[in-house]
């Protein structure tokens, strides 16, 4: 293969020479071999096995379709599936991966682990394992069966626990937290109507909800707690970039001596295992007691090898389930303030809603806050109009086979086009407004029973889909609706914009949608 590519280059270079005559001969020698060169690294490029996904072609090896991509990644991806077809594979920034678009996805989601995996597909990206190794080397994560089962405890006990009519339990911490966090985590000059409430803030708030919620009463309410809890996923995500800009152990180096985790780690293990060592000891004299919050719950769930987690086993699953939900709420809550701060009209709906409920159950509860459909129905624009371009990525196991014939070879990463699908009018209903699916609709689920903010399905995937569609769901949205309607009781939301228009997100990578930039203006209603 190599012997021919060196002839083909060698035929092109002569070709090139005896083309222009009399060439000034070094020169053209060296930008013909280059000129060849270029012209067979882009045949090898558009080269590919049958059947596997055409590859959407670039000039800039690393770079790839990086650039295209990132100046407008809604057309890119509109591009590439007309040009070639539905499954396609781009180079971006150094990663390559194979795209899936519409149905396609479904038919992704439906097949399984076992052909394409949703961890190692994380992994790729997040090396969370290798991360929390280096890391931290006084406690191991419980081992998780892999062969008939994937289900770690942690994802076993929030499927058990935290489902719509679980939550009860928990709202009377989430009225007490998501209070407190307004007092706290907002700060105002003195006599100043206005002030600014950036992401950092938001996610404070919802630190505090978690920690009660997932820690407990008794050291729920530490502000260390608190904060370990809602900075740690941004720790690992700054570590994480580490590991995409340099050669693994180069990253372990840095990971471990400049982006160490293991002080949020151990805050959280200072304030967990003294309480759940109380609970065992006072559960092995009185016998089990009915859990109130989750690091109780996990306490209760077996290792792997079936014996019951000391309490540092099951203390340790802290920092896991503060890395999956604290950053996800608090992107989503900071997304929805940006949607409303262009939109007094829809700040209006959901103050009128409010009062209704207010009416109609005497008090704004969480419970009550999902019984408001218009709220419901925002929260659900908020996830479709702010997902990623590309997300959700999976890792082929084996040579996977498509309906349509294509074969992701195995090894790919695969990622979904998921804002493609959101705003795709074949697969989601535009709604009796006929507002364009690019533009936010307060109403547009409200009719439609089966279209709720954690009703999943190919035309809602920011929660995922099939076997592993987040269990958390039901937590986030009551948590995101009420703190959003807590918000507008108080204050209007404005932008931190020249325009009046709301600050526009960032995207990562030419296909992560991030938070922008700004925070939004909150002012005092009087
Ligand atoms: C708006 C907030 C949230 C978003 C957007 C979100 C999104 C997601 C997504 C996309 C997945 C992967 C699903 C798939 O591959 O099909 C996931 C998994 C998961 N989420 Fe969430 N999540 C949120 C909040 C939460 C909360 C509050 C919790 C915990 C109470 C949680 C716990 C989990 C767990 C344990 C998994 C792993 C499920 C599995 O592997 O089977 N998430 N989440």
Not at 6 to 25: A, F, G, T, Y
Request: include cysteine; charged fraction near 25%.
């Amino acid at each position: 293969m190599n012997n021919n590519i060196n002839e083909v280059i060698e035929h092109i270079s002569h070709r090139v020479q005896n083309i222009l005559k009399d060439p000034p001969s070094p020169v053209l020698s060296v930008s013909a071999a280059v000129a060849a060169t270029w012209a067979i690294w882009r045949l090898t490029l558009t080269r590919r096995k049958a059947n596997t996904p055409p590859i959407v072609p670039y000039n800039i090896p690393f770079i790839g379709n990086g650039l295209d991509l990132s100046k407008d990644p809604r057309k890119f991806i509109d591009k590439c599936k007309k040009r070639y077809g539905p499954i396609f594979q781009i180079t971006t920034f150094g990663k390559t991966m194979v795209v899936v678009t519409g149905p396609y996805i479904q038919e992704c989601f439906r097949l399984g682990d076992k052909y394409l995996d949703f961890n190692e597909g994380v992994e790729d990206f997040l090396p969370l394992q290798r991360i929390l190794n280096i890391s931290y080397d006084k406690q191991k994560r419980q081992e998780v069966k892999h062969e008939n089962e994937n289900k770690s405890p942690i994802v076993k006990a929030v499927r058990n626990n935290f489902k719509s009519h679980q939550l009860k339990i928990f709202e009377d911490r989430m009225q007490y937290a998501v209070d407190r966090g307004l007092e706290l985590d907002i700060h105002f000059e003195p006599g100043a109507k206005s002030t600014t409430l950036e992401i950092d803030a938001v996610q404070h708030m919802v630190g505090r909800i978690s920690a009660l919620l997932f820690a407990g009463r008794e050291v729920g309410e530490s502000e260390e707690l608190i904060t370990a809890m809602a900075t740690y996923a941004q720790s690992i995500f700054k570590a994480a970039i580490a590991y995409t800009s340099l050669p693994a152990n180069l990253a372990d180096f840095v990971t471990k001596n400049y982006l160490d985790i293991s002080d949020q780690i151990d805050i959280t293990m200072k304030h967990i295992t003294p309480v759940l060592t109380k609970v065992k000891e006072q559960e092995e004299k009185e016998g089990q007691m009915d859990p109130d919050f989750f690091m109780h719950m996990m306490l209760h769930m077996p290792n792997a090898d079936g014996s019951q987690p000391t309490p540092e086993e099951a203390g340790f699953w802290l920092q896991d389930i503060s890395f999956a939900s604290i950053h996800t709420t608090s992107l989503f809550t900071t997304w929805a303030l940006h949607l409303l701060s262009d939109r007094p009209d829809i700040q209006e709906l959901i103050r009128q809603e409010t009062e209704a409920a207010k009416k109609k159950h005497g008090v704004l509860t969480p419970a009550v806050v999902k019984d408001m459909p218009i709220i419901d129905s925002i929260f659900r624009e908020t996830l479709r109009l702010n997902s990623d371009y590309i997300g959700i990525n999976h890792k082929a196991m084996q040579d996977t086979v498509l309906s349509n014939g294509i074969i992701i070879p195995k090894g790919k990463s695969v990622g979904m086009a998921v804002d493609d699908v959101h705003n795709d009018p074949t697969i989601q209903h535009v709604g009796e407004n006929n507002i364009p699916l690019t533009e936010m609709d307060p109403r547009r689920f409200v009719s439609r029973k089966t279209k709720k903010s954690t009703s999943v399905g190919l035309d809602l995937l920011s929660f995922g889909l099939g076997y592993h569609a987040c269990p958390g769901r039901y937590l986030a949205s009551q948590e995101i609706c009420y703190l959003l309607a807590k918000i507008l009781e108080d204050y209007d939301i404005s932008p931190d914009t020249k325009d009046g228009k709301r600050a526009p997100n960032r995207v990562a990578m030419g296909f992560l949608q991030l938070t922008p930039a700004k925070g939004v203006v909150l002012t005092k209603r009087s």
